[in-house]
């Protein structure tokens, strides 16, 4: 936990400034459940599944918790008609070549790992290519679902499968992931305990949704010890209410909530190589391991082919901005500017690129066997044979 900061929070300044108070910043208070991802025993799977329930599967493998902020995953197209999945076909991207393989397969849920549906729209029209296929699966009965920025945080998910086509090694998040907090802040008072009544209907009514309230009964004379957790975003107005109460109540606390790191989830991967290879030989795995014939290539400054690697950073897609600052002697990741591949270079670190969607759909194969193991063996799971990156070398 750390001290309150009360900086933009002029209503709340204003209100401690006017009475006593005191913030404590030395005391633990363990409430966050310790999360095991992809670990959980399974049960046996039921003989088919509702969209619902193989949605919770789906969230079960990379909780959209790990997603990052700006991001728009989930389940994004919902059919109106319930109906048992039974078909479910892969993609790392929806294009209308896709659209037209799910509907010929009579897809019943599209995984789509980056999300077709991203900026807000406030027209379903034929002009713009993504609402086609966004009504395309509508008119279907199709679901639609996107994992993508949870995909690349969770353990055992792209980044892993994609640092390690370079072979084992010590391998870490670059990024770190956290967990979400629904209450970040508590509230500690003590309050005279035949007035506290009243104040705990007030907080309550107006704001029955967003605070938790923990009662402990005459600890000191004839007053009651009370901890109420709430977000932010409501802590000054619920302060309000307890300081107008203060007559009856003393001992005020604030204290803030530190979010607890997952470990191993994160953006990014940063491996020390168990066995180091060379820049060439490192060139020829990614191509293996990512099914291609030809990547982009830059040396480091002041290396050649035959140099070791001996660590390698990665990050799936667009990367330059998790790869920024670290330190490795290989970057691997879809795509970079000119300039941030010259920032790389010129520190030493060569740079291999696949181009972006590259980076990332070998996954969906080890995904499919993960998802088949957690489905009823009447639900076909597929990965799109008409999907692929748009730019190719020619």
């Not at 059919?79 to 294009?95: A, C």
């Not at 995909?151 to 072979?167: E, F, Q, R, T």
């Not at 060139?283 to 990547?295: E, I, N, P």
Request: charged residues 20%.
């Amino acid at each position: 936990m750390s001290r309150l900061v009360l900086t933009g929070c002029k209503n709340l300044q204003k209100l401690l400034a006017s009475h006593s108070y005191r913030c404590v910043s030395n005391r633990s208070f363990h409430a966050i459940p310790q999360m095991s991802l992809n670990n959980t025993q399974q049960s046996p799977a039921p003989s088919q599944m509702e969209l619902k329930e193989v949605v919770q599967v789906l969230e079960d493998l990379a909780p959209l918790s790990l997603a990052e902020s700006w991001d728009n995953v989930g389940l994004l197209v919902e059919p109106s008609k319930p109906r048992p999945v039974k078909t479910i076909l892969l993609t790392n991207d929806l294009t209308n070549a896709v659209m037209e393989e799910a509907e010929a397969m009579s897809c019943d849920l599209l995984i789509s790992y980056h999300p077709p549906l991203f900026q807000p729209i406030k027209r379903l029209v034929q002009k713009d290519w993504k609402q086609r296929l966004a009504i395309r699966a509508v008119e279907a009965g199709m679901a639609i679902f996107s994992p993508h920025t949870s995909w690349d945080s969770v353990k055992g998910g792209v980044n892993d499968w994609l640092v390690g086509g370079l072979g084992p090694g010590q391998v870490s998040v670059l990024s770190q992931a956290y967990i979400a907090l629904e209450h970040t802040h508590m509230v500690e008072f003590k309050s005279r305990t035949e007035n506290l009544d009243a104040l705990l209907e007030e907080l309550t009514t107006h704001f029955e949704q967003d605070i938790e309230v923990t009662v402990q009964d005459r600890i000191d004379g004839d007053y009651s010890q009370v901890r109420l957790h709430c977000s932010g975003s409501v802590l000054t107005p619920v302060v309000d209410k307890v300081l107008q109460h203060i007559i009856s109540c003393r001992s005020l606390h604030i204290l803030k909530f530190e979010k607890a790191p997952r470990l191993d989830h994160g953006q990014g991967r940063l491996s020390v190589l168990s066995q180091p290879v060379t820049v060439s030989t490192a060139v020829q795995k990614m191509k293996s391991h990512l099914g291609l014939r030809h990547v982009r290539l830059a040396i480091g400054q002041g290396r050649t082919e035959e140099s070791f690697v001996h660590t390698v950073a990665v990050c799936a897609g667009s990367g330059a901005s998790v790869l920024k600052g670290i330190k490795a002697d290989l970057y691997v990741t879809g795509e970079m500017s000119h300039h941030e591949v010259l920032d790389a270079v010129a520190k030493g670190t060569s740079v291999i690129l696949s181009d972006h969607s590259n980076s990332e759909r070998g996954y969906l194969a080890v995904f499919r066997k993960e998802l088949t193991q957690r489905l009823p063996v009447n639900v076909v799971v597929m990965v799109s044979k008409a999907d692929r990156d748009p730019l190719v070398i020619v």
